[in-house]
């Protein structure tokens, strides 16, 4: 992307952008690390370990919301998640701090949610 100079409030101060689709987490941070790329994404594990291991890197949470992309049940279908005592029992069963310290170092939203968010607001509805 190219900045647009005679935008109303002033010259953006970013003159190009350039965004590139890098699948493997691995090659993302060696990117980083030669100077390929100034920002990486999606490093969890591994990965984010390796970046918080450079000195010269940094490791910065990131606060967004961000949609799994679920697909609702179809409307003939009977799904669990109806019984509020089990949708209960999942929220208590699982520790979504060890989830998010595990998965991606405590630098991501709040996982291990596994009902989607329509699914249980139609729940509650009924």
């Not at 060696?30 to 010269?56: F, H, P, W």
């Not at 060890?98 to 596994?114: D, F, H, K, Q, R």
Request: charged share 30%.
């Amino acid at each position: 992307m190219e900045a647009y100079t005679g935008y109303w409030r002033h010259v953006p101060y970013v003159k190009r952008f350039v965004m590139k689709s890098v699948p493997e987490g691995t090659s993302r941070v060696a990117m980083l690390k030669n100077g390929e790329a100034d920002i990486a994404y999606a490093l969890d594990g591994e990965d984010a370990l390796n970046v918080r291991r450079d000195s010269r890197l940094q490791l910065v949470r990131r606060s967004t919301r961000r949609s799994t992309g679920s697909s609702s049940p179809s409307s003939g279908s009977e799904v669990p998640w109806h019984d509020k005592r089990l949708r209960l029992a999942v929220n208590h069963a699982l520790d979504r701090k060890a989830i998010n310290e595990v998965s991606c170092l405590g630098y991501c939203p709040p996982t291990g949610v596994i009902v989607p968010r329509s699914w249980s607001s139609r729940c509650r509805r009924r």
